[in-house]
C-alpha cells in the first residue's frame, strides 16, 4: 500500500510526500509514481508531524465536567475515585474511545496511556479501533504484579507499546517500584509514572525516607532513559542534575497543573540542563481538554507569566515539546517529518482565519490555531479523519453520555 | 421582522424563543404562532448569551504572529509601532473584519474596540458590514481633540456606541485626560483605558506624579461608572477600595498579560470587593486569538495557579465576566436571556465531543468548548453566521494576507 501526498506546503515550501506502508518512503518537489491512493491538497493545506500527548488518562473523559473548582482532596476523594471505582472495562472502552475522537479531531496520533488494569482489554480495543498510536502503561498496584506480567508480554501490537507504570512514589510500595525496574530492564519496557506533582507529595516523601522523591527513586536505581516521568513540578537543582545525568524525559502538564494548583513546571531550567520536555494533557477530569494545540499555548503562556521573562517556553521550543520530544521519549522514530520516519501525520487547513496572514507558521501553531484547523490526520500510514470525519463519532458520543448516566 | 427558534436547549430545558426585530420577545415552553423565519434546533443546540469582549484593538490582528517571545520594548517600539506606522484607513478596515471573522467564529456578539483614529472611517465600515455590536473608543493623543469631536458626535448606529479612549495614564497627558472626562460627562459616552497593565506603569507614575495610578486619576475626578479599564493588574488595595467607590469596571486580559509578562489581575480580590469584572482578549498581536472561550479557560487556570487555590475563579464566574459583566460595563440591555433582552445569541452544537459526558454545561464552555461548537450566531436579531459560514469570509482572509506583506 502507498499514498502519494501531492501540493503539500513543508517548512513554507510546496512538496509531495511518498507514503510507503507506514512510513514517509520519499520527500520531493514533485514525485510522480502511480500509487495506490493520491491526495491533492493544491497548497491549501500544510503538513506538520501529529502530535504526542505524553501523559493522560483516556477513559477519564468520561467524568470530564463531573467535578470542578473543588479544593484537591474533596475533588479527588469525594468525587473521582469514588466515580472511578464505578467504571469497568466496558465502561473504560468507551471513555477511551470518547478520548480517542477528540485526540485526533485536535491532531494527536500518538500518546502515552497510564490506566487502571481492570480496563485493559477495553483500551487495546479501544486504541486498536480507532487507529492512533499509543504507549499503554497498565497501573501497578501492590498485588496485581504477575497478572500484568502475564497480560503486557503477549500483547504488543503494530500501534500500541506497553510501559509498566508504578503510579506515584505515594501510592507504590518500594518493593512494586524495585519490580517495575526489574521487569522494565528485563522486557526492555517504558516506565510512565506520576512525580513530584504537588508540594505535599515532597514533603510527605522527606517526612517518610528522609530524602526527596528524585533522591528516593536514584537510590533504588530507578532512573534511566525509559522514564518518563509526569508533572515533575517540584524538583531542586540538586534532584535536576540527578535527571539530567540519567538521561530521562519529563512531562509539562501545564493546563491540569494550573486547573489543580499544583505549581508551576521549570521550563526553562530543565530546558538548558538538557533533559527532554514533552507535553500531556493530563486526563479530562483536570484539564478538562485532550487538546494538544491548547495545551502547546498555555504551556507557553505559563511559562512567560511565570518567569515574568516574554523570551521563555519560545513557540519553536513548545512546538518541539508537544512532536519530537514525544518520539525520543517513547522511543519511537516518529515526531519529524523525515523519510524513513513513521507516517504519524496531520493536515492543516490553510485557509482558516489563524492562518490569515502567515508570517510564521510555528507562532501560528502555538498561539493562534485551533483544533479545527486539522482536516486530516494519517497515522501510522493509514488516513484516520479525512475533512474532519471520524466515521465511528456519532455512536461513540451517544454511548458516552449513556454511560455517564451512572456517575450521576 | 420575527424569527421563531424552536427546541433550543437554554439552562438544561428545551425552550422556544420568540425573535421580534432586535429583541428576545418571548420565551415559552411552546411558542406557537406565524413568523417571517422559523429555525427549529431540535433539541440538538443550546443557547447562550454571545460573548461580550470588552477589550481588543481590531486590526491588529493584521500583525497576528508578526513577533513574539520578545521582550516587551523590543516587541512594542521596534515591532509593533513601526508596523502600527504602516496602517492606512483601508489596512484598518480588512484587519478589523478579519478580527470580526474570528470573534464571529468564536461566538463574540460584542466587543469594546480601542483603536486609531486615522482608521475610524474603515473601523465604523468593517463592523456595520459585519452586522456585530460595538463600543468603539477612538485613541486620542494631545492633538486631536477636534477631529474626535466632530467625528465622533454624529455617528451613532444601532449597532455602533461611541467611546472617547485615552490610550494611557503614560501616553495620555492631563489635559486630554480632563477633555475626555469633560467630554465623556457632557455626551454621556463611556471611556475606555489602558489602567495598570505593567509595574513599570505604576512605578513611572509614582516618580512623575507622587501617586499610584488610580489616586491620580481620582485626584483628577476622572473615575465614574462609564470607566472601563483595560488589564488593570497591579493596583493596591487602597487603590481597589477607590475602584469600588467609583463604580468602574475592569477588565481581566489573561492571555495578553501572560504573554507579555505583565502580571497577574487580582480576580478573587476584585470580585469580593463588588467590582465588575470583564475578560477581553486584547490585540492578536498579543495574545494571538480573539477567542472568548480559550480567554475564559486561560482565566480560569491562570488564578487557580497564582492563587494555589483551585476554588478561585469558578466557571460560573469567568463564565458571567464574559457575557452579563461585560454588558453592564457597556451599559446595554444583553449578556443574558431573558425576555426584553437584546437578541446577541450563539447556538451551541451539543453533538460535539465537548459535551459528551454533559454534567455541566457551564463548566463545558468554560473548560472543555473549543469555538468549533458554535454553529450559528445572532446579533441584534439577526444571523451574521449560520453553520459556520459567514458569507465574506474567503474575500476577507485573501485580502488580508495581501496587505500583511507589506510588514514584512
New interface residues.
Partial sequence: MNILIKNVILNNEKKDLLIEDNLISKIDDEINISADEVVDYKGEKAVSPGFINCHTHSAMT?????A?????NE?LFNKIFPAEAKMDNEDIYWGTK?AL??MI?SGTTFFNEMYLFRGCEGTIRAITEMGVRAVYGICLDDSNFEKVKEFVLPQKTDLIDFAIAPHAIYTASEETLRWAKEFSDKNNLLIHMHLSETLNEVEECIDKFGKRPVEYLNDLGFINEKCVFAHSIWFNNKELEILEDKGCSLVYNP?S?????SG?FRFEDVKNKGINICLGTDG?AS???L?MF?EM??G???Q??N?????HA??EDIFLSATENGAKALLKKTGKIEEGYLADLIFIDL?K??F?????FI??LV??A???CVSDVMCNGKFIMKDRIIPQ??EI??K??E??VK??
Fill in positions: 468520561l467524568l470530564r465536567g463531573y470542578d473548582d473543588l479544593p484537591l475533588w470518547l475522537v477528540e479531531k493546563s497543573n494550573m486547573k489543580l494548583s508551576v479530562a484539564n478538562n481538554s487538546d491548547e499555548k498555555i507557553a503562556l505559563l512567560k507569566s518567569d515574568i521573562d516574554p523570551t519560545k513557540a485557509q482565519t489563524y490569515s496572514p502567515n508570517f510564521n507562532s501560528n498561539y493562534a485551533k483544533s479545527e463519532e456519532k458520543l451517544k458516552a453520555k454511560l455517564s456517575f450521576t
